[in-house]
């Protein structure tokens, strides 16, 4: 039974209007630098400012809808055999897709938790409008020991879930084909996944409008943007 993987970065949702991580930064965040405000040490910093960075890309994601990439992955799952969604990106709009099982390895937006004890935070409901340009929110206190709320999300320097990064590398190294869409393949270990799966011997197919360190590898390189890319794309992987 054939095994297709498919591996998303930023650039899949980018046709949903969600920029993507190095864009992500307009407006009150636009002079500082993704890598420098995805971390724990800005969190403790300046709370408010990441927060409130955080709820305007969950407010942006709630606001968006899944685009015909999204659809695509959602009915490729369909039509073959076995098939693993790996992901990076922290929206879901893969699960609003239609996407049954999404491997998930830098978190989600929708899954704060207390930054001291983990346990788990409500989610603040939509204030339509807000924030509109995006401004600093001090984060809600947790109801268990009332530590600071934290983004459910990987931040540079922490770990990525162990389940999903194993499953995600056992995945890779058991497929035909893995389909890379949307990503700048720059962000370790996920970026690994890929030539995981070369290595065992798998077609890499990249979908990318710009040109990436999976160059090197992919068998087939499709510069166009996902939305256009996908669904001829998955017309010809569900024949094979
Ligand atoms: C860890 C959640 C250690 C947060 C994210 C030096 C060398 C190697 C590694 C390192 C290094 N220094 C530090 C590291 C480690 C670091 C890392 O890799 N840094 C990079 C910058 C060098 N990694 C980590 O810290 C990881 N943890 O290593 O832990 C450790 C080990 C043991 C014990 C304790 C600790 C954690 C990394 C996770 C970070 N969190 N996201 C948030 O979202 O705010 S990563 C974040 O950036 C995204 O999730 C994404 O994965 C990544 C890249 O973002 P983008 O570039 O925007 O998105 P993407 O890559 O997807 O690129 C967009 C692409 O789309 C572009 O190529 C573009 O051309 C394309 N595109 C645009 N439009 C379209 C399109 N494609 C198709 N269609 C279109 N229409
Ligand atoms: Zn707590």
Same mark, same amino acid.
């Given at each position: 039974?054939? /095994?297709?993987? &498919? ?6 949702? *980018?046709?949903s209007?969600?920029p993507?991580?190095?864009? *992500? ?19 403790r910093?300046? +709370? ?17 809808? @899944?685009?015909?990439? /999204?659809?695509?992955? *959602? ?17 879901? %709009?893969?699960d ?5 099982? &999404?491997?998930? %390895? ?5 899954? +704060? ?11 603040? +409901?939509?204030?339509? $409008? ?15 020991? $009332? ?13 990525? @879930? ?8 056992e ?6 084909v ?9 962000? /370790? @270990? ?23 360190a999976?160059?090197?590898i ?9 939305a256009?890319?996908? @669904?001829?794309?998955?017309?010809s %992987?569900?024949?094979?």
């Amino acid at each position: 039974m054939r /095994h297709v993987v &498919v591996f998303t970065g930023a650039g899949v949702s *980018a046709e949903s209007g969600i920029p993507t991580f190095r864009d *992500a930064l307009a407006g009150l965040w636009e002079r500082f630098d993704a890598e420098e405000l995805a971390t724990p040490e800005a969190f403790r910093r300046n +709370p408010a400012l990441v927060w409130g960075w955080y709820e305007w890309r969950r407010m942006q994601v709630m606001r968006a809808q @899944p685009n015909a990439a /999204h659809r695509a992955i *959602a009915q490729l799952e369909e039509r073959v055999g076995r098939f693993t969604l790996i992901t990076q990106n922290v929206d879901d %709009l893969h699960d609003r897709a239609g996407s049954r099982s &999404v491997l998930r %390895l830098h978190g989600s937006l929708f899954a +704060p938790r207390c930054f001291d004890c983990d346990e788990p935070a409500a989610l603040a +409901p939509e204030i339509p $409008g807000e924030p509109a340009s995006g401004r600093a929110l001090a984060p809600p206190r947790c109801a268990r020991c $009332g530590g600071l709320v934290r983004p459910g999300v990987v931040w540079f320097g922490e770990s990525l @879930p162990e389940a999903a990064i194993a499953r995600a590398f056992e995945a890779a190294q058991s497929c035909d084909v893995l389909l890379s869409v949307g990503t700048s393949s720059l962000v /370790h @270990p996920a970026a690994q996944v890929p030539f995981v799966a070369k290595r065992a011997g798998a077609r890499v197919i990249q979908v990318n409008p710009n040109p990436t360190a999976l160059d090197e590898i992919a068998d087939l390189n499709l510069r166009s943007p996902a939305a256009t890319a996908l @669904p001829t794309l998955v017309e010809s %992987l569900s024949r094979d």
